[in-house]
């Protein structure tokens, strides 16, 4: 257990509709990352969110956006939706910049 | 697209046999880590390097910083059947001012 937690587990919708994921970094970690990684793919970066403030980008889609709260939880939201975007979604946690990243066990979404 | 590039992608080896995986960055990184992914699981650190030239061992893995910190390589030394899985690269540099993942080396053992 890494100590981050992502909700939900699995998430199934249909083309065009809005969803949003959850994470929740280790207790202390400022930083929280986005990723997005399809069916036998590497992992592709989509954004890097530091103490509440955008970081970096990625290559997210306009269709994406993501915020970090002040208690540190993020959320990244998804609009609508294409099949394409059916992947697995992780989220990782770390304390420095450039630390050890900590990953949640990821939200399988899937669209039909 | 990736700023870390990471070879090979798939690797099938037999038990028993050593395993290679690299990775290349085009600009220098401050440092570089890397990640196991199990079927199945999510990433999970295994090392972090920072110093130019650094070796590092983990019982049967070598992790290797190269002197301009520009590649790295992780070593396997007589593979297991617990080493399948994915093997990702990191680096942070500052041209990126972010952490780059490599796309990953895919590892089968076959008993």
């Known amino acids: 257990d890494s100590g981050v937690t992502q909700t939900p587990k699995h998430l199934i919708t249909a083309t065009g509709q809005r969803v949003t994921l959850r994470c929740s970094p280790r207790?202390?970690?400022?930083?929280v990352y986005w990723y997005q990684q399809s069916l036998d793919q590497g992992l592709q970066f989509l954004i890097h969110y530091y103490n509440g403030e955008e970081r970096a980008k990625g290559n997210i889609l306009e269709r994406f956006s993501a915020q970090q709260f002040p208690d540190l939880h993020s959320e990244l939201n998804l609009s609508s939706l294409e099949l394409g975007d059916s992947a697995l979604y992780f989220c990782?946690?770390?304390?420095?910049?450039?630390?050890?990243?900590?990953f949640g066990p990821g939200t399988r979404l899937t669209v039909l | 697209g990736q700023q870390v590039m990471q070879i090979p992608q798939y690797q099938h080896v037999q038990e028993g046999e050593d395993f290679t995986t690299y990775c290349n960055s085009s600009t220098t990184l401050s440092n570089i880590q890397w990640y196991k992914q199990r079927p199945g699981g999510h990433p999970v650190f295994l090392i972090q390097?920072?110093?130019?030239?650094e070796v590092k061992k983990q019982k049967r893995l070598t992790f290797q910083f190269g002197e301009a910190k520009k590649n790295s390589s992780l070593h396997i030394t007589a593979t297991q059947t617990t080493d399948v899985g994915t093997y990702f690269c990191a680096g942070h540099s500052q041209w990126f001012n972010d952490m780059r993942f490599g796309a990953g080396t895919r590892l089968t053992v076959k008993p």
């Open positions: 207790s202390g970690d400022l930083s």
């Open positions: 390097l920072v110093k130019s030239g």
């Open positions: 990782a946690s770390s304390v420095p910049l450039d630390g050890e990243q900590f």
